[in-house]
């Protein structure tokens, strides 16, 4: 298992290739994309432990998505079910990447008590309203920052490990490591990525929505309604081909470069 070291303009690519996954099989990769955030939702109101089971459960129909989406890649039928076919493979590790991963989030959120006092902490744990004089508090923008960089080394190991626990049944702490290790060798792709993200993903479509309302605030309503339906399984599917590009698939991997 190796992962390749892509030059940056592959980052551009990625959300292009998903475009082109999407239009083999739009319905089914929006199914599974939305069925993967609806799913999450109703497990995390579950009072007590929804939030706890929701993470461990995330890995598991995480990979769910990504298998509809190899499905399609490869031309095969596939139906909704696809998007549970992740409790056969390697259950074990992918909740105890749904566990490390939660622990970490919540390491990094308590980090962040010792710059704010644990506002921000009480907001993400709690769901409690942000009090507008925190918000603009010195110490509040300082929990942010915090947060966000502390966290992004989390998301790093956590970004590629279901995919590699479940296609290559490896442990969870290997497969997280791996997937920090590829996130950190292709910085420059990921780099790309986000940029294309932002730009396609909210910028842009911002933009035009914003000069539809100056003339229909109608039309600019009716058209932002859909708008997630469309992106949302596209950025799905762009996590699929940024994957299969660094890591290829079982029994296809690409040699390390």
Known sequence: MHARQLPAQRGFAWLGEG?????????LLTFASFGYLLLLI???VVPFIGQVLASLLMPVLSLGVLNTCQAIAAGRKAGPDVLFSGFQQNLPALVAIGGI?????????????????GALFGIMTSGGKLDPEIATSTGFTMALLVAITLSTPVMMAYWFAPLLAGWWQVSAPKAM???????LRNWRPFLAYSIALALFGAILPGIVLGIVGMVSPTLATLLSV???LLLIPIVFA????????IFGEPGNVPEQT
């Open 19 to 27: 475009l082109q996954l999407w239009r083999r099989n739009p319905a």
């Open 42 to 44: 109703l497990v995390s």
């Open 101 to 117: 991963y939660l622990a970490g989030s919540l390491l990094v959120l308590a980090l962040t008590a010792v710059a704010d006092g």
């Open 177 to 183: 490591f791996f997937s920090f290790y590829a996130c």
């Open 226 to 228: 859909p708008l997630p």
């Open 238 to 245: 762009s996590f699929y081909t940024n994957a299969r590009d």
